[in-house]
């Protein structure tokens, strides 16, 4: 709308300014001394302004025809952005929901919980039993998460494609899609190490539970519901944070958008 009364105001401005420039002319030059030659001087004078004028005003036009489709495609990227943030949210939630990581948390927890491990379970029945709820219970591919990440850089590239000046608020998108990959990379990497052999043996007789449970809840939310019951435990930081991550990039969309 604004852009739309810039554009009028322009126009008028520029077709009042060679109105006055025509009569300026008619009246230290062309000078006609009778009511006909009058009437068709300044006929001529306005039909010479239309003709300065109509070019001008296509030139006008031109530009902003430009400017409104660059904010179009603007537009555009930005609703993909929000779209693609919500696909991540949605594949984050999947994972964190999904059951067969959580029945393979579960039965860790449960080899983690018995009492005097040594010498109920030998290391050998520990290996055999986590082989077995790995067999049952894979983890899902995780590679969706990347894809969704490398999406949301390729719409910031199209969004700077449309400005050459260094924008701050749209810097600030590609700080947080940055955050946001960093702690994804984080997150799958946290679902490969409660799924290590090696890893899992090593806490279990060194006694690190609480690092396993932390890495635990942060991965899955059913598992969460699960050790709570058992351990006192607050919800996942790392969560948290990614959660208000995600958050931030929504709110820099917005502010983007605002100042178009």
């Not at 239309?50 to 609703?79: C, G, M, V």
């Not at 999904?98 to 018995?114: G, M, R």
């Not at 999406?151 to 000046?165: A, I, P, T, V």
Request: with cysteine; aromatic share 10%.
């Amino acid at each position: 709308m604004i852009k739309t009364i810039e554009l009028t105001a322009k126009l008028l401005i520029t077709y009042i300014v060679i109105l006055a420039i025509c009569f300026l002319i008619y009246a230290l030059v062309v000078l006609p001394t009778n009511g006909a030659e009058k009437v068709n001087a300044i006929i001529g004078l306005l039909g010479w302004s239309a003709t300065i004028f109509a070019p001008i005003a296509a030139f006008y036009l031109i530009d902003n025809w430009k400017d409104q489709a660059k904010y179009n495609e603007q537009l555009s990227t930005l609703s993909s952005l929000i779209n693609e943030t919500f696909l991540l949210v949605k594949n984050i939630t999947d994972i964190r929901t999904n059951e067969k990581i959580s029945q393979h948390l579960v039965n860790c927890y449960q080899l983690f919980s018995i009492e005097n491990v040594l010498i109920l379970k030998t290391k050998e029945e520990i290996k055999a039993e986590f082989k077995i709820s790995i067999k049952e219970n894979p983890p899902p591919s995780s590679n969706i998460l990347e894809d969704n990440i490398n999406n949301l850089k390729r719409l910031y590239l199209q969004l700077d494609l449309h400005e050459s000046k260094n924008d701050s608020l749209r810097i600030n998108i590609l700080k947080t899609i940055n955050n946001i990959e960093t702690i994804i990379k984080d997150f799958r990497n946290q679902i490969s190490y409660l799924y290590m052999e090696s890893v899992f043996m090593d806490q279990i007789y060194n006694k690190k539970k609480d690092l396993w449970i932390e890495k635990a809840i942060y991965i899955n939310e059913y598992a969460y519901h699960v050790i709570v019951l058992f351990d006192e435990i607050n919800e996942s930081k790392h969560k948290i944070e990614l959660e208000k991550k995600i958050q931030n990039l929504l709110i820099e969309v917005k502010n983007y958008r605002t100042n178009l």
